[in-house]
């Protein structure tokens, strides 16, 4: 370990598997982005990168250590010596090329800024693996994330004979203009996906609506009141959840069937909330808890009524806690498929989940199902990019400073 405090060491080995970092990724975007063969070189990737954490580490002008790292990295990769082999067009080896090498210029000069070639004090040698280690995390969960979307949209976009042809292929004709968008005017046109889509929106709406109108009473019951049982029952809120959705399926199942019930919307909004409200609770009331007493004692002082009080001081100053519980539970309503596949029958009625595993069939082009698996991801990432800053802002705006 005491090899590592040195700069000729760190800087080799950090450049060596960095770059075979950087290769990896942009081969993999390379590929997906034209359909030719980029692969990584995991020995001249080494070599080459260990040569490029040497010099990050000579007492050189940060633009002349990037000139000079770009440089040897492009003039490498171009030679067919270097850490990428390339089958594809001029143009498209040119910028992976050149992508590789600023890349790796830039990259490598900030993880060994100010990082001098022979002995590093600790807290430089600390500072360039954890910035190493910084990017290295930012890369792989940023691919875990994208590379399924990305592979989910590319194929909802192509054609069946293009797919057949090469299933590898995941780039795109710009050609054909609107004619790419064909898999999903079929699935509104022919598959009632119109109809799907809205039954889920008012379904998980009305979820989220009766799971917050028995959750905020509940809960704030249990954060302030004092009554027989209350440590009884803020404890065993979530154990419905110990309970597997499975075990619970066929009583269900029998009991709406009896009841009329099955196959029919109404029920899925019976249903779903029963398995949303204990989870809301348990968020619920941690925020109640969070809110200083103070405030709302000054509120009944003031000749406010208990409901007038959570009304006017609680509520409000809960609406992140109450976003955060709101999408959460839209979610679950919007993305739940065991008790629409068990309750539903009639296609009209069906949600977009039970719409969705309705394509999973040899009869169906994969493209349809990539296409549904979009319109069913698509309006949930909307709806938590849009409420993301609502939900984090705001998170201590009761507390009292004494």
């Known amino acids: 370990m005491k090899l590592l405090r040195f700069g000729f060491v760190s800087g080799p080995l950090i450049g060596a598997l960095w770059l075979f970092i950087l290769a990896t990724s942009i081969s993999i975007t390379m590929s997906f982005a034209t359909g ?28 002349v250590k990037i000139a000079s790292i770009a440089g040897l990295v492009f003039v490498f990769t171009v030679s067919g010596f270097g850490p990428m082999a390339m089958e594809s067009t001029f143009l498209s080896e040119v910028i992976a090329a050149l992508t590789l090498a600023l890349a790796m210029g830039w990259s490598m000069v900030v993880i ?6 022979g002995a590093m004090t600790r807290h430089e040698t600390e500072e360039a693996w954890i910035r190493f280690l910084t990017g290295f995390g ?22 069946q004979s293009a797919l057949l042809q090469n299933p590898l292929d ?18 509104f046109r022919d ?24 959750s905020i009473p509940g809960a704030y019951a249990v954060a302030r009141l004092r009554f027989r049982g209350q440590k009884a029952f803020s404890r065993s809120i979530l154990l419905i959840y110990m309970v597997p959705m499975i075990v619970l ?11 009329g019930l099955r196959n029919t919307v109404i029920g899925l909004i019976l249903i779903y909330p029963v398995t949303t409200i204990p989870v809301a609770l348990y968020m619920l009331q941690g925020y109640f808890r969070g809110i200083p007493p103070e405030v709302e004692e000054a ?50 009625k069906f949600t977009l989940t039970r ?11 994969r493209e349809h199902l990539m296409a549904g698996a979009v319109i069913a991801t698509l309006p949930v990432m909307v709806l938590f990019l849009g409420l993301e800053k609502f939900m984090t802002k705001g998170l201590t705006a009761g507390s009292v400073k004494g």
Do not use: H
């Not at 001249?44 to 990050?56: P, T």
């Not at 995941?170 to 699935?187: H, I, P, Q, V």
């Open 355 to 365: 719409g969705v595993s309705m394509l999973n069939s040899s009869e169906i082009p």
């Open 36 to 63: 030719n063969p980029f692969r990584p070189m995991p020995v001249s990737a080494l070599g080459i990168g260990a040569l490029s954490g040497f010099s990050a580490t000579r007492p050189l002008n940060k633009l």
């Open 249 to 259: 399926a066929l009583p269900i199942y029998i009991a709406f069937s009896v009841t």
């Open 191 to 214: 598959f009632n996906f119109g109809t799907y889509l809205w039954t889920s929106a008012y379904v998980s709406v009305l979820t989220v609506a009766i799971t917050l109108a028995f």
């Open 138 to 159: 930012y890369i792989f969960f940023t691919a875990i994330v994208v590379i399924p979307f990305y592979v989910m949209v590319m194929t909802s976009l192509k054609s």
């Open 112 to 117: 060994m800024d100010k990082a001098p070639a």
């Open 299 to 348: 509120g009944l002082m003031d000749g406010l009524t208990r409901l007038q009080v959570i009304w006017k001081i609680t509520l409000p100053l809960a609406l992140p806690a109450l976003a955060s519980v709101s999408l959460y539970v839209f979610m679950i309503a919007w993305n739940e498929f065991l008790l629409a596949f068990m309750l539903l029958d009639d296609p009209s």
């Open 170 to 187: 995941f780039s795109l004709d710009l050609d054909k203009g609107w004619a790419l968008f064909r898999s999903y005017e079929e699935l």
